[in-house]
């Protein structure tokens, strides 16, 4: 009997004792996705057969003593922005469901050379921008926690299909948010690695200059061994970085006293107030910081409004630049919550975007400044926890700044981490960001706060569709 | 650190209903009726935002995507 709940790093540790069959396992997820996905939405497509097929082809690889390694066997999830071969990649879209891609995303790729089973595409919203939606082809996933809840967005199929146990990973992308805000919102560990670290190439972009993939897993050591097989230069993505890859899983295991931490309070207190939980919330995470032996100090940075300016009027003008033709053509057939926000992108002028981009530079001079001595940062990662469905404007993204644009920004790596529940059981989170390449230290951070808690052991009550 | 450290997003007097419209129109886009206004009411917006990345600059400051050529 294989558990509901199974990290991967445990998954892999069974799989390669042999005492967890690859096939049991995905099976066991099918059987899980039948029963649970009726309600959660997660999946819009199951490659139920492809994937006993290649459980089947690990197992026979495993036992022949040829295993690769932590993700050997391992079912996850993709984003449906993330291209599959010969398998639809819609972007959870109207506008591009006949899209059959000729070849797969790099990182999907690399993702599948280490063995892991994709289990299916997952729900987004709409090209990783509109949403939550419910006038598209498919329903927008419901958060596990509570399934009259937003997932968050925009990965928000990876958000509940971790959550609910339904993969053990999953593919996110991020170019405001959209990693670490369905983490948020659904209780995992979300990571938007720094931008260039991995390749955007066989994702349909939202903004060029802002879309950073990632992985989202229940446990930061999750996230770092998925990092480590997504990872790498990749000369078809003219943004990718060609800088080693240093080994994530090991440097977990390294000491975080002393780590330098500045608490960017404002952020959440006065420019997008969180409520009175989260902020103890956060609170709590920095006490426990300060009981591992790391230093925190305030620090303060240009107005949460300045990053999120800039932010979203680069992302509205290169959106737009993207979609420009198809609005033109097919404006009704994109989902009212995409088209209304990317019009918008319509009264951006090229001054705008070239003061945006000149903003950038200020801003990412900024806080490299402001963390030459420091090893990472913390603020939060959402003002509450998941609201409601019916309490989400379609114009929200623009009427308070979001708390995870300054890292978009910057390029930064950030990370969304689980610091507890409300009292009605839904999770809280707190954000981590740390320096250019870094990934390792707000890995190692994460990972240590989540040993010394008790959050990682507390799982969302499912009942079946 | 800017002087208005703390402060959310505020509303200013912005282009009409009309000239969104008209801004929406020339940009080739077919908006339906119903929605025309919401977008309108969502213009102040960009131009809110617009207004605070406008900030007295250096003449070559430059932005964040030059780069350098190929082969450097």
Not at chain 1, 51 to 80: C, F, M, N, Q, S
Not at chain 1, 85 to 103: E, F, L, N, R, Y
Not at chain 1, 299 to 321: F, N
Request: with cysteine; net charge negative; hydrophobic share 45%.
């Amino acid at each position: 009997m294989v558990p509901d709940f199974l990290t991967i790093a445990e998954a892999g540790a069974l799989i390669a004792k042999r005492e967890l069959s690859p096939v049991e396992l995905v099976q066991s997820r099918l059987t899980r996705i039948e029963r649970l996905d009726g309600k959660l939405n997660s999946f819009i497509r199951v490659l139920a057969d492809e994937a006993l097929a290649a459980a089947r082809a690990a197992e026979a690889e495993i036992i022949a003593g040829g295993l690769r390694g932590p993700l050997h066997g391992i079912p996850v999830g993709l984003k449906d922005i993330y291209e599959t071969k010969g398998v639809p990649t819609t972007g959870h879209s109207k506008v591009m469901i006949d899209h059959v891609p000729a070849q797969d995303a790099t990182s999907v790729r690399r993702l599948t050379e280490a063995g892991a089973i994709v289990l299916g595409k997952l729900a987004t919203h709409e090209f990783a921008f509109g949403g939550p939606s419910f006038d598209l082809p498919w329903p927008p996933a419901r958060n596990p926690w509570d399934t009259s809840r937003f997932t968050g967005g925009s990965s928000s199929g990876t958000g509940a299909a971790v959550a609910a146990g339904l993969v053990l990973g999953g593919t996110g992308s991020d170019t405001g948010g959209s990693i670490r805000g369905p983490a948020a919102f659904c209780g995992l560990a979300g990571l938007k690695p720094s931008y260039g670290r991995i390749s955007r190439a066989g994702i349909l972009p939202l903004a060029f200059s802002l879309d950073h993939a990632g992985p989202m897993a229940w446990t930061a050591e999750d996230c770092a061994i998925m990092l480590q097989a997504m990872a790498g230069h990749d000369p078809i993505d003219p943004a990718s970085a060609d800088r080693p890859v240093p080994d994530y899983r090991a440097s977990l295991s390294n000491e975080v006293k002393g780590l330098r931490i500045g608490l960017i309070r404002d952020f959440y207190e006065t420019d997008n107030p969180a409520n009175e939980v989260m902020r103890q919330g956060i609170a709590n995470a920095v006490k426990v910081f300060e009981g591992l032996g790391c230093s925190v100090r305030e620090l303060r940075l240009s107005p949460l409004a300045d990053w999120a300016a800039c932010g979203v009027m680069i992302m509205l003008a290169e959106g737009y630049a993207i979609h420009e033709a198809t609005l033109r053509e097919r404006f009704v057939d994109y989902g009212e919550a995409f088209r209304d926000r990317m019009a918008l992108g319509a009264l951006v002028t090229g001054g705008d975007y070239v003061q945006a981009v000149r903003r950038r530079r200020e801003l990412i001079a900024e806080f490299a400044a402001a963390i030459t001595d420091l090893d990472l940062v913390i603020t939060a990662a959402a003002p509450s926890e998941a609201p409601t469905f019916d309490s989400v404007s379609k114009f929200a993204i623009l009427e308070r700044p979001s708390l995870t644009m300054p890292f978009n920004v910057t390029g930064s790596p950030a990370m969304s981490v689980c610091c507890g529940y409300t009292s009605a059981g839904l999770p809280l989170a707190v954000q981590l960001a740390g320096k250019p390449f870094d990934e390792a230290t707000v890995l190692r951070a994460a990972h240590a706060y989540e040993r010394a808690t008790p959050w990682r052991s507390i799982r969302p009550t499912l009942l079946p569709s | 650190m800017p002087k208005d450290k703390g402060e959310r997003i505020v509303k200013t007097q912005g282009m009409t209903r009309g000239e969104v419209e008209a801004a929406l129109a020339r940009a080739g886009l077919e908006i339906p009726e119903r929605e025309k206004p919401e977008i309108a009411a969502a213009a102040h917006f960009i131009e809110e935002m617009a207004a605070r990345l406008r900030r007295k600059r250096e003449m070559g400051a430059e932005p964040a995507h030059i780069f350098p050529p190929p082969g450097e």
